[in-house]
């Protein structure tokens, strides 16, 4: 069973991390920007020795079937391609980090584990570097760019949309309350949520300084059913827009020991499939 710190790491426990030979990450994107944009800030300052990792162009698979989503996930050979122009060792644990708000990271974190490396979160990001008084760097570091990585995927648990029609268990859907509910749509095909998904929004998961809360705290936003004082009973499946949310969504689960499935098309390859149901209202 997981616990907080195998997927999150301080601020203040980084830098003994980095001189046992842990690899850094800056993955920072937002959703709507223009491309190189997070490149742009990377550039502007990014915490010593990181690394820039590019989300759409390593993390994400080309886009060509909608009902995959508008994040698939990458193959193998183009995962490995990304890491290894990266110099990524995949025998040395990775660290990843974004910016509050982001949930890159949370992606960054699911795609890389599921590939089968070590890799863990900074909690807080880039914005809780900065509060503990740490500097900057603009530099990029030296990469010796390596050989494409050998991956073997699935280390994680992923689900398709056949599983999620047929899932018994609880199925989240982080997105917020009112794309859930179905009021508005402002990316995908179509209005409202999967049938039967509970409505939990990743927004509320951190808090504004893009922390992790107390586990008490998490378990009582995410609200599952669990038997008195243990575990929860039923399998947890994930889903958002398209995949990136979501991920971040199954890192604060396995914080709490949950190993939650990730829908990695979610809700944009759900709605493009004219075959799948739609719900709209509160659950």
């Excluded at 509970?198 to 936003?221: H, I, M, T």
């Excluded at 944009?268 to 209202?281: Q, Y």
Aim: aromatic letters at 6%; charged letters at 20%; a negative charge.
């Amino acid at each position: 069973m997981t616990t907080r710190a195998d997927v999150l790491i301080g601020v203040d426990e980084l830098p003994a991390a980095l001189a046992a030979g842990a690899q850094l990450l800056d993955v920072r994107w937002n959703l709507g920007e223009q491309p190189g944009a997070g490149f742009g800030r990377y550039l502007q300052g990014h915490l010593p020795g990181a690394r820039f990792l590019d989300l759409e162009a390593v993390l994400t698979g080309p886009t060509v079937d909608a009902t995959l989503g508008r994040h698939p996930l990458p193959d193998p050979i183009q995962l490995g391609a990304g890491l290894g122009a990266l110099g990524i060792d995949p025998a040395r644990p990775v660290v990843v980090y974004d910016e509050p708000g982001s949930y890159a990271a949370g992606r960054a974190w699911w795609v890389l584990c599921w590939a089968g490396l070590d890799a863990r979160v900074l909690d807080g990001g880039i914005r809780a570097w900065l509060a503990s008084g740490r500097p900057l760097e603009t530099e990029e570091p030296d990469v010796a760019v390596g050989e494409p990585l050998m991956l073997t995927t699935g280390q994680l648990p992923a689900i398709d949309a056949d599983g999620v029609a047929a899932f018994d268990g609880v199925l989240i859907d982080v997105r917020a309350p009112e794309r859930f509910r179905g009021e508005t749509e402002p990316i995908d095909p179509r209005a409202g949520h999967i049938p039967g998904a509970v409505n939990r929004p990743v927004s509320g998961f951190w808090d504004a300084d893009g922390l992790l809360p107390s586990a008490a705290e998490l378990a009582e936003k995410l609200d599952l059913p669990a038997s008195p004082g243990g575990p929860v009973e039923s399998p947890v499946a994930v889903y958002c827009g398209s995949g990136v949310s979501a991920a971040q969504a199954v890192l604060a689960l396995a914080s709490l020991g949950v190993d939650a499935a990730l829908y990695p098309a979610s809700w944009s390859g759900w709605s493009s499939d004219p075959g799948r149901p739609v719900a709209t209202g509160a659950a």
